[in-house]
């Protein structure tokens, strides 16, 4: 067999974009920036960069987390740093015609963290925001004030954060998953609240109380109450430590 040759493989990079989703004023809602530089200069994407020669794929993931976020990927065995948030990879992109400039593979991580502040730029990025993931994955449907049709997300991201959607989706029905939404102590209610934001529906409070507080290992008693909803002191709880739910908690058909 002849020598390997490096030279005869054309060259590519690799990047990392991040699907981070947050629950804000009960709607799901995605880490959106706004492009400084080319390509796609001033359009909505993503946040995420390329990965350095020196770093692995989830060490890249979690240096832009950071950048973008502030926010620091909890440790495996759960004793998450304050702020922290779960980071898994979501999937590989790696159409030749996806980035104008040279052939890009991107791997994508769905990032789940509670409630957060307002983000602030980073990198080549000229603005963040939080949105809500219908309007960005609609983005191309919805008019400006000047009557012109508003920009897709640059490059693929409106399919990468679409597929992080739905994988945070499907993956509250049957682990317990949807209390990366939440604070370390927290109520029913406000686990329920997470559960419609991402699902887009309204569920029945009683049937869902009964469902998750009759799961084992799904929520634990914190022993504490809390008042922050309003009306009577409601019973705080902590993710417990079961990772498969049984039954599974599957989304209502809409």
Same mark, same amino acid.
């Given at each position: 067999m002849p020598p390997y040759d490096p030279s005869a493989f054309p060259p590519f990079a690799v990047t990392v974009d991040l699907v981070v989703l947050t629950v804000r004023r009960h709607a799901l809602c995605a880490l959106a920036v706004r492009r400084g530089e080319p390509p796609f200069q001033g359009r909505w994407a993503l946040p995420g960069g390329?990965?350095?020669?020196? +770093?692995?794929?989830?060490? *890249?993931? &979690?240096r832009e987390l950071a950048e973008e976020t502030g926010l620091h990927p909890q440790s495996p065995a759960g004793s998450s740093p304050v702020y922290g948030a779960h980071l898994e990879?979501?999937?590989?992109?790696?159409?030749?015609?996806?980035?104008?400039?040279?052939?890009?593979?991107?791997?994508?991580?769905?990032?789940?963290a509670p409630d957060l502040p307002a983000p602030k730029a980073g990198g080549d990025a000229h603005s963040a925001r939080w949105a809500p993931v219908e309007t960005l994955l609609e983005q191309d449907?919805?008019?400006t004030r000047e009557g012109e049709l508003a920009a897709p997300l640059a490059?693929?991201?409106?399919?990468?954060?679409?597929?992080?959607?739905?994988?945070?989706?499907?993956?509250? +029905?049957?682990?317990?998953? *949807?209390? &990366?939404?939440?604070?370390?102590?927290?109520t029913v209610g406000e686990l329920r609240r997470v559960y419609e934001a991402?699902?887009?529906?309204?569920?029945?409070?009683?049937?869902?109380?009964?469902?998750?507080?009759?799961?084992?290992g799904?929520?634990?008693?914190?022993?504490?109450t809390t008042t922050r909803q309003g009306g009577r002191p409601a019973q705080l709880f902590r993710a417990g430590g079961a990772t498969l739910l049984n039954p599974p908690m599957l989304r209502p058909e809409v």
């Open positions: 390329f990965v350095r020669v020196d +770093e692995d794929l989830e060490g *890249a993931a &979690a990879q979501l999937a590989t992109y790696g159409d030749p015609k996806r980035d104008p400039r040279m052939r890009v593979v991107s791997v994508a991580h769905l990032v789940l449907d919805i008019h490059f693929d991201h409106a399919r990468i954060l679409g597929d992080g959607v739905e994988r945070a989706r499907s993956k509250i +029905e049957y682990s317990s998953l *949807a209390t &990366a939404f939440c604070p370390p102590e927290f991402v699902w887009g529906v309204a569920l029945d409070p009683r049937n869902f109380h009964r469902k998750v507080t009759g799961t084992p799904f929520l634990v008693p914190t022993g504490g």
